[in-house]
């Protein structure tokens, strides 16, 4: 019996105080799900709050987030997310974390978020993610005391993605600067290009255009 992937969506869906709405990015879950997916994976969603998490980047015009929000199982599972107090970190091979700007504000400081990875990656697990997603790997600490992303080549949304994008001073934090701080030997492309990594069973995607290699990278790492 293959083991479980966890994907982890954001429940918050605003951009600081700008008004702007956020949440999860649709085709940085739809392309990894496909991926998993069609490879007979089973997979579960946690969000901070549980529930119906809030949506961004909704474009059915593209025919993964078309064949992803029409699919009546994993539609309902991501509408009924989980609270992270009913995850069990043993039944999970894998744990990604979903972008969306929503991310920003309420994967880092989320103790029970991290000590989940922290225990899927301990069992030998990997621990992925892509975009803004990383924000949820700042915080998380090994056995050893030492953070998970310390001395391991990581990327995310870079700083330049984040100036384009005209949110440098609305995000909580630079996210390229945080996992830096923690040790991370951060790697990038230039503006929306297609940059994934692995190390050591973590795996990273800079932007939305990199969510089906994140995908395809879990999929290497877990056969």
């Not at 940059?195 to 056969?223: C, F, M, W, Y």
Request: charged fraction near 25%; glycine fraction near 10%.
């Amino acid at each position: 019996m293959k083991k479980k992937i966890l994907f982890v969506v954001t429940s918050h869906d605003k951009k600081g105080n700008t008004g702007e709405d956020t949440g999860y990015y649709l085709g940085e879950v739809s392309h990894p799900w496909e991926v998993l997916h069609k490879a007979g994976y089973e997979i579960d969603f946690v969000s901070p709050k549980g529930g119906t998490p809030p949506v961004d980047g909704f474009d059915l015009k593209d025919p993964v987030n078309k064949e992803f929000w029409e699919n009546k199982e994993y539609k309902n599972k991501i509408d009924h997310s989980l609270q992270p107090s009913q995850v069990k970190p043993d039944n999970y091979s894998a744990i990604f974390y979903a972008g969306g700007h929503g991310a920003m504000w309420d994967f880092a400081d989320n103790t029970e978020l991290a000590d989940i990875a922290s225990k899927i990656y301990e069992n030998g697990g990997i621990v992925a993610a892509v975009c803004h997603g990383p924000s949820g790997l700042v915080n998380i600490k090994l056995n050893n005391g030492k953070y998970l992303v310390d001395g391991k080549k990581i990327n995310a949304f870079t700083n330049e993605e984040e100036a384009e994008v005209k949110l440098t001073n609305v995000v909580p934090f630079l996210l390229e600067d945080k996992l830096k701080e923690r040790g991370a030997k951060f790697e990038k492309s230039g503006l929306w290009q297609n940059h994934v990594v692995t190390d050591q069973r973590v795996i990273t995607g800079q932007n939305p255009q990199s969510a089906k290699s994140v995908g395809e990278a879990i999929l290497k790492e877990l056969n």
